[in-house]
């Protein structure tokens, strides 16, 4: 568990995966009981918007500016291994198909696409176009519909199979910046530049009938803008983190706020992630520190330092126990 000891060192599968990327072009891999860094990935040319680990825990994929690149996370280079060609503007979002067959991404160049990881050099296969700058994508649990999130303030649903899409507004005039499906597939959650958050409940989805989305709550989350919205592993609980500079956590029964994560120093914080007990958050902050939480206290248990601007985006693969 990231809150007490490691496996074995020698063992990528008994490990606490805990990478955190920003501003300062690096991706730092943590020893997360610790809080020691014990490697420096180099991302040059470009900030870090959004960290994804593989499914196999092998490899960690980078989105940045014009460039997806995935880097090996047992290895000895620190550079990266792989690189998605052909991408203009900033990647905002990336993610894996749970078996790890394809990846998928979003940018601000107004499309989501997806990328087949088969192959030794990956290969765009499919691109969704939008009319507006894509500033989040997420893989329903059926892996078989991407939901997209714009700048514009659409949410469109892609149907791999069909390729058919459904869109809809909750808020005009406010632009998408996260969502979220839990792990059940029981809610979406989407945060927008109001600090507002949207939960739906979803049907269908299995089979070949498409999921159905059933409006259930509107949350004055943030007084400004809220950056990011993510469900418990245990689908008990949702974290939405803000320019506010707080991150807030919410239980999905009622979607009532039990817990808000702040302190002094912290800035904008730009991302969360659940430790896999759902006891632990782990938040990212304008001003360079990643923080362990525990959520029924809202007490600091660790904080990781090192990086020298905002850290904007992490990844976090924790490890059950019997």
């Given at each position: ?171 005009t005039d406010a632009a998408i910046l996260s969502m979220a499906v839990d792990s059940a597939g029981t809610f979406l959650a989407a945060v927008n530049n109001k600090g507002r958050c949207f939960i739906w409940g979803l049907g269908g989805g299995t089979n070949d009938e498409p ?112």
């Open positions: 568990m990231i809150s007490g000891e490691e496996g074995s060192a020698g063992d990528p599968s008994e490990t606490v995966i805990l990478a955190t990327g920003g501003y300062d072009h690096t991706i730092k891999l943590w020893q997360a009981h610790t809080g020691n860094c014990q490697r420096t990935l180099q991302n040059p040319e470009s900030q870090v918007n959004a960290l994804e680990i593989t499914p196999d825990r092998q490899r960690i994929a980078a989105a940045g500016y014009q460039h997806v690149r995935i880097y090996d996370i047992n290895g000895s280079i620190n550079t990266a291994v792989a690189n998605c060609e052909g991408l203009t503007k900033n990647v905002t979002s990336v993610g894996f198909q749970e078996d790890g067959k394809w990846m998928y991404t979003g940018g601000e160049d107004c499309s989501a696409r997806i990328w087949d990881m088969r192959k030794g050099s990956m290969q765009c296969q499919r691109i969704f176009q939008v009319s507006a700058p894509v500033n989040c994508v997420c893989l329903h649990p059926n892996q078989a519909e991407l939901i997209v999130g714009d700048q514009s303030g659409i949410i469109h649903i892609w149907d791999l199979k069909t390729d058919h899409n459904e869109q809809l507004i909750p808020e999921t159905r989305l059933n409006p259930k709550h509107k949350l004055e989350a943030h007084k400004r803008h809220a950056l990011k919205c993510r469900f418990s592993p245990d689908s008990q609980m949702l974290v939405t983190t803000s320019a506010d500079q707080t991150a807030r956590i919410w239980e999905t029964d009622k979607f009532e706020m039990v817990q808000e994560l702040t302190c002094d120093a912290q800035r904008w914080v730009w991302d969360a992630a659940f430790s896999l007990d759902s006891q632990y958050v782990v938040t990212a902050s304008s001003d360079g520190v990643a923080r362990l939480w525990n959520v029924a206290e809202g007490s600091i248990k660790r904080e990781y330092t090192g990086h020298q601007k905002a850290i904007t985006a992490l990844a976090l693969e924790d490890v059950a126990r019997d």
